[in-house]
């Protein structure tokens, strides 16, 4: 066999990386020395010793938090810990309720949050299932069969028809063997395997080579073990599971909202309670009024509106097949400028199919497909060209009996059948065409034959390139008479054939993958194919979706690139072809360098690292366990229209989300400002600690309907950020000019009404509350209120917490919170500050939203 094979076995060795990098390019004397091996496989002792080396053969489990780890991560985030701290004080302070109702919040929030995202752990576990669970290994000079995680470095391996291949390993010799590498390459169709020295340093390009993960689908091979578990090219993939995941755009967005609340409410709270003591007030009553402002400039129910939205967003999301593993992946995919995709089974339908049968002269004809879907259907390897050959051709075998074969060989890539049937007997011959024209002496033109010269086979090897431009695999089907005895088919026989054409085939684009695509463009997602595919075959598939196919790079180009020449190259080509799982990951970073929110789709080994690197990855039903476990969502079917829908539905959702922020930086924000201003000119508190915090819960109640709101159509117009920029924007306009009219109260509360204390908190209560709570009804659209008016969810909680705020003062229970019932004229001056200040927010709702000119603007 080999010239090494009876190498004495040595104990192992540390053997460096670079050593076996590529080591299919290495020949197997080399990787014997390498291993410290030799071809008649290890003994059990020494594979022991491997075994404590190199440790197992499977991959380390993803990284994930328990659930007390998981919820303390959630806790420690700036806005919970403010909210934390807002219903320990509320507490301190004698709002039990209050203080409850925050707390109770918090728990709800996380709890929902922890819930949602526990269920992703169980999905890493299909990883487990994704190689076999035994191998066949030669151990003590004979083969055994032995748990899949003790295969080592330098063991000799053999797989068969239908094995799942469990390490990396040279082949040392094969029989008609071919392994589909889909799951690992993106390459649609089995691939040869065969003995032999490689030179390219693509795995893709490995053909003496077997991968972990890949599946065996015809003949057997024996091969040296090099790789185990994280060292395979499965490994890699699946390791990315184990690393830490970056936060996502929109949690570094909410962390990021957070520590500006926390540090405008410790601001506020600081100024005011140290005015006050300066100036002389109680410090008592100035520390529980400053406490009560930073409860009440608090959002402390962001967490519940947010986890409660994008829990209802992935309901929604749910019923379009979109099952979401992250909840905060909801707003990323809403927020998503550029996809990625593998091409494989999501643009198009991983079915190979007979799409073209020609006579030599290049014209259609029926006959060369049904000759070979006989010889698939009679005595055929059973790969997805015979498939599709059968399939192409139903009932060809019909009336046709096999009387002997000539398994398909490798090295001459042909194979034959003898069929007796109509025609009598008749050997077919198909393979690949440079091999089955060689053995032709003529071509079949109608009835008729001819004589094949130089240029005829010329002109049929240039139509092979042709079809192979247009995204085609050929292969050729040619025949001949049999006269003499049946026997079992020879090389000698196969000779003297009549040439009756080409089969192409083709892996076509889904029907709706060209709409999906111009529908994501005209949301302002563009797309990228991202496979490990021929950049032919991804050249012609990305013009016929409707991209950019001028221009395709490949894993080798890419290799040649520095880090900042492909961001730069990024930014134009839509199409990359023969990728390795790590180029993936590359060309996400560089388009994330230069700003864009990235989404990878894709459903095999070699995606979950580009789905653990992208800001928002995606999976579909049936992908490789590794891919799931890796994704962020998990598409029911493997359609682009669905990601559109997604899309669509996340920015429905954010800006929800963003109604509640708007609100809270206008008018609430306005509120406790006004609130500060006052405390420290008036010489009376301008309203009790236990009246901020209730004019703080009512606001809040009155927005639990938020959720429930309906979107306009702008709002999922473009791609979606959390701009901060334009936040502060919208509260640099809209809170002063709530303070504005808060100033106009107390002007004219104490100016013309000679307001008392207690008529003064009363009334500003009043006005507080009115406005606060109607304005939600202006500033939840970019619209005119009374053209897009809200939901019935959003409408009732904000009517019943206005009319709860209205009358409460007016009961005995408002004698409680320090209430006193204010004089009618009073009551109509409020009234009318109220319908101007809404009048005011109405007019300047346009500068506080500000040009629509940037592609990230969000729409409410």
């Given at each position: 066999?080999?010239?090494?094979?009876?190498?004495?076995?040595?104990?192992?060795?540390?053997i460096?990386?670079?050593?076996?990098?590529?080591?299919?390019?290495?020949?197997?004397?080399?990787?014997?020395?390498?291993?410290?091996?030799?071809?008649d496989?290890l003994?059990?002792?020494?594979?022991?010793?491997?075994?404590?080396?190199?440790?197992?053969n499977?991959?380390?489990?993803?990284?994930?938090?328990?659930?007390?780890?998981a919820?303390?991560?959630?806790?420690?985030?700036?806005?919970?810990?403010?909210l934390?701290?807002?219903g320990?004080?509320?507490?301190?302070?004698?709002?039990?309720?209050?203080?409850?109702?925050?707390?109770?919040?918090?728990?709800?929030?996380?709890?929902?949050?922890?819930?949602?995202?526990?269920?992703?752990?169980?999905?890493?576990e299909?990883?487990?299932?994704?190689v076999?669970?035994?191998?066949?290994?030669k151990?003590?000079?004979?083969?055994?069969?032995?748990?899949?995680?003790?295969?080592?470095?330098?063991?000799?391996l053999?797989?068969?028809?239908?094995?799942?291949?469990?390490a990396?390993?040279?082949?040392?010799?094969?029989?008609?063997?071919?392994?589909?590498e889909?799951?690992l390459t993106?390459?649609?169709?089995?691939v040869?395997?065969?003995?032999?020295v490689?030179?390219?340093?693509?795995?893709g390009?490995?053909?003496?080579a077997?991968?972990?993960g890949?599946v065996?689908?015809?003949?057997?091979?024996?091969?040296?073990?090099?790789?185990?578990?994280?060292?395979?090219?499965?490994g890699a993939?699946?390791?990315?599971?184990a690393?830490?995941?970056?936060?996502?755009?929109?949690?570094?967005?909410?962390?990021?909202?957070?520590?500006?609340i926390?540090?405008?409410?410790?601001?506020?709270?600081?100024?005011?309670l140290a005015?006050?003591?300066?100036?002389?007030?109680?410090?008592?009553?100035?520390?529980?009024?400053?406490?009560?402002?930073g409860?009440g400039?608090?959002?402390?129910?962001l967490?519940?509106?947010?986890?409660?939205?994008?829990?209802?967003?992935?309901?929604?999301m749910?019923?379009?097949?979109?099952?979401?593993?992250r909840?905060?992946?909801?707003?990323?995919?809403?927020?998503?400028?550029?996809?990625?995709t593998d091409?494989?089974?999501?643009?198009?339908?991983?079915?190979?199919?007979?799409a073209?049968?020609?006579?030599p002269?290049?014209?259609?004809?029926?006959?060369?497909?049904?000759?070979?879907?006989?010889?698939?259907?009679?005595?055929g390897?059973?790969g997805?060209?015979d498939a599709?050959?059968?399939?192409?051709?139903?009932d060809?075998?019909r009336?046709?009996?096999?009387?002997?074969?000539?398994?398909?060989?490798f090295?001459?890539?042909?194979?034959?059948?003898?069929?007796a049937?109509p025609?009598?007997?008749?050997?077919?011959?198909k393979?690949?065409?440079?091999?089955?024209?060689?053995?032709?002496?003529?071509?079949r033109?109608?009835d008729?034959?001819?004589r094949?010269?130089?240029?005829?086979?010329?002109?049929?090897?240039?139509?092979?390139?042709a079809?192979?431009?247009?995204g085609?695999?050929?292969?050729?089907?040619?025949?001949?008479?049999?006269?003499g005895s049946?026997h079992?088919?020879?090389?000698?026989?196969?000779?003297?054939?009549?040439?009756?054409?080409?089969?192409?085939?083709?892996?076509?684009p889904?029907?709706?993958?060209a709409?999906?695509i111009?529908?994501?463009?005209?949301?302002?997602?563009?797309?990228?194919?991202?496979?490990?595919?021929?950049?032919?075959?991804v050249?012609?598939?990305a013009?016929?979706?409707?991209l950019?196919?001028?221009k395709?790079?490949?894993?080798a180009?890419?290799?040649?690139?520095?880090?900042e020449?492909?961001a730069?190259?990024?930014?134009?080509?839509?199409?990359?072809?023969?990728?390795a799982?790590?180029?993936?990951?590359r060309?996400?970073?560089?388009?994330?360098a230069?700003?864009?929110?990235?989404g990878?789709?894709?459903?095999?080994?070699?995606?979950?690292?580009?789905l653990?690197?992208?800001?928002?990855?995606?999976s579909?039903?049936?992908?490789?366990?590794?891919?799931?476990?890796?994704?962020?969502?998990?598409?029911l079917?493997?359609?682009?229209?669905?990601?559109?829908?997604?899309?669509?539905?996340?920015?429905?959702?954010?800006?929800?989300?963003?109604?509640?922020?708007?609100?809270?930086?206008?008018?609430?924000f306005?509120?406790m400002?006004?609130?500060?201003?006052?405390a420290?000119?008036?010489?009376?508190?301008?309203m009790?600690?236990?009246?901020?915090?209730?004019?703080?819960?009512l606001?809040?109640?009155?927005?639990?309907?938020?959720?429930?709101?309906?979107?306009r159509?702008?709002?999922?117009a473009?791609?979606?950020?959390w701009?901060?920029?334009?936040?502060?924007?919208?509260?640099?306009?809209m809170?002063?000019l709530?303070?504005l009219?808060?100033?106009m109260?107390?002007?004219?509360?104490?100016?013309?009404f000679?307001?008392?204390?207690?008529?003064?908190?009363t009334?500003?209560?009043?006005e507080?509350?009115?406005?606060?709570?109607?304005?939600?009804?202006?500033i939840?659209?970019?619209?005119?209120p009374?053209q897009?008016?809200?939901?019935?969810?959003?409408?009732?909680?904000s009517?019943?917490?206005?009319?709860?705020a209205?009358?409460?003062?007016?009961?005995?229970?408002?004698?409680?919170?320090?209430?006193e019932t204010?004089s009618?004229?009073?009551?109509a001056?409020?009234?009318?500050i109220?319908i101007?200040?809404?009048?005011?927010?109405?007019l300047?709702?346009?500068?506080?939203?500000?040009?629509?000119?940037?592609?990230?603007?969000?729409?409410?």
């Amino acid at each position: 066999m080999i010239s090494a094979a009876n190498l004495p076995n040595k104990p192992a060795r540390e053997i460096r990386p670079d050593t076996l990098a590529a080591f299919w390019t290495r020949t197997p004397d080399f990787l014997y020395a390498a291993l410290h091996c030799g071809g008649d496989g290890l003994s059990s002792a020494d594979a022991e010793a491997r075994l404590a080396q190199y440790g197992p053969n499977s991959d380390a489990a993803a990284k994930t938090d328990g659930l007390w780890r998981a919820i303390l991560r959630r806790l420690l985030e700036p806005l919970s810990l403010i909210l934390l701290a807002a219903g320990i004080v509320s507490l301190a302070t004698g709002d039990v309720i209050g203080g409850g109702i925050i707390v109770a919040i918090l728990v709800l929030s996380i709890g929902l949050d922890t819930v949602q995202e526990g269920h992703a752990v169980k999905a890493a576990e299909v990883l487990r299932r994704s190689v076999a669970l035994k191998a066949e290994v030669k151990r003590d000079g004979s083969f055994r069969q032995i748990d899949v995680e003790k295969v080592v470095p330098g063991d000799i391996l053999r797989v068969r028809a239908g094995d799942i291949i469990p390490a990396d390993a040279l082949i040392l010799d094969s029989t008609a063997c071919t392994a589909g590498e889909a799951a690992l390459t993106g390459e649609p169709y089995a691939v040869e395997k065969r003995s032999g020295v490689v030179t390219a340093t693509s795995p893709g390009e490995a053909a003496n080579a077997l991968f972990r993960g890949a599946v065996t689908q015809t003949g057997e091979a024996i091969a040296l073990v090099v790789g185990t578990g994280r060292s395979t090219v499965f490994g890699a993939a699946a390791s990315a599971l184990a690393e830490a995941q970056a936060p996502s755009p929109f949690e570094r967005d909410l962390h990021q909202f957070g520590l500006v609340i926390a540090r405008l409410s410790l601001a506020l709270v600081v100024v005011v309670l140290a005015t006050r003591v300066l100036l002389g007030r109680s410090v008592l009553d100035s520390v529980l009024f400053a406490v009560a402002l930073g409860v009440g400039l608090t959002p402390e129910l962001l967490p519940m509106i947010t986890t409660v939205t994008l829990s209802r967003g992935a309901m929604r999301m749910a019923r379009r097949k979109v099952i979401v593993k992250r909840l905060a992946s909801i707003h990323d995919l809403g927020a998503m400028t550029v996809l990625c995709t593998d091409k494989t089974g999501t643009l198009t339908s991983a079915e190979i199919t007979l799409a073209r049968s020609l006579d030599p002269a290049g014209s259609e004809d029926a006959r060369a497909a049904r000759l070979g879907a006989i010889a698939a259907d009679l005595g055929g390897d059973r790969g997805s060209l015979d498939a599709a050959l059968i399939q192409g051709s139903a009932d060809a075998s019909r009336g046709w009996t096999l009387s002997g074969r000539h398994a398909f060989d490798f090295s001459r890539r042909l194979g034959s059948v003898l069929a007796a049937g109509p025609e009598g007997l008749l050997l077919i011959v198909k393979g690949a065409p440079e091999a089955v024209l060689a053995l032709c002496s003529t071509q079949r033109t109608g009835d008729t034959s001819i004589r094949v010269g130089e240029p005829e086979r010329a002109q049929a090897i240039e139509r092979v390139h042709a079809l192979a431009g247009d995204g085609l695999r050929t292969i050729a089907v040619a025949s001949r008479p049999w006269s003499g005895s049946t026997h079992d088919v020879e090389s000698a026989d196969e000779a003297n054939l009549v040439f009756e054409g080409l089969c192409a085939f083709a892996d076509p684009p889904k029907p709706t993958a060209a709409a999906a695509i111009a529908r994501l463009a005209n949301a302002g997602v563009r797309l990228k194919i991202l496979s490990g595919d021929d950049p032919v075959v991804v050249k012609r598939l990305a013009g016929l979706v409707g991209l950019n196919a001028g221009k395709v790079l490949s894993g080798a180009d890419i290799v040649a690139l520095s880090d900042e020449a492909l961001a730069v190259q990024v930014q134009s080509v839509d199409a990359y072809g023969r990728l390795a799982p790590d180029q993936k990951s590359r060309i996400i970073k560089a388009l994330q360098a230069r700003g864009a929110i990235v989404g990878y789709l894709g459903d095999g080994i070699n995606d979950a690292p580009a789905l653990k690197v992208a800001d928002i990855g995606l999976s579909v039903d049936g992908a490789s366990g590794v891919a799931q476990a890796a994704a962020d969502m998990i598409l029911l079917a493997s359609d682009l229209e669905v990601v559109a829908d997604g899309v669509e539905q996340g920015r429905r959702t954010f800006a929800n989300i963003l109604k509640y922020v708007r609100m809270g930086a206008s008018s609430n924000f306005g509120n406790m400002l006004s609130m500060a201003v006052a405390a420290m000119a008036l010489p009376f508190l301008p309203m009790l600690p236990t009246q901020i915090l209730l004019n703080n819960l009512l606001y809040d109640l009155s927005e639990l309907g938020i959720p429930f709101d309906g979107v306009r159509a702008e709002a999922t117009a473009r791609p979606q950020v959390w701009d901060m920029r334009g936040l502060m924007r919208f509260a640099g306009v809209m809170g002063p000019l709530s303070s504005l009219f808060d100033f106009m109260t107390f002007g004219a509360l104490l100016l013309i009404f000679h307001a008392s204390a207690a008529e003064f908190r009363t009334a500003w209560f009043l006005e507080s509350m009115a406005t606060q709570i109607l304005v939600i009804f202006i500033i939840r659209t970019n619209g005119r209120p009374w053209q897009d008016l809200p939901r019935l969810p959003l409408a009732a909680s904000s009517l019943v917490a206005l009319v709860v705020a209205m009358v409460l003062p007016f009961t005995p229970l408002g004698l409680w919170f320090g209430f006193e019932t204010p004089s009618v004229p009073m009551l109509a001056g409020i009234g009318a500050i109220v319908i101007a200040y809404l009048v005011s927010a109405e007019l300047l709702k346009p500068l506080a939203v500000g040009p629509a000119s940037r592609a990230a603007r969000i729409h409410a």
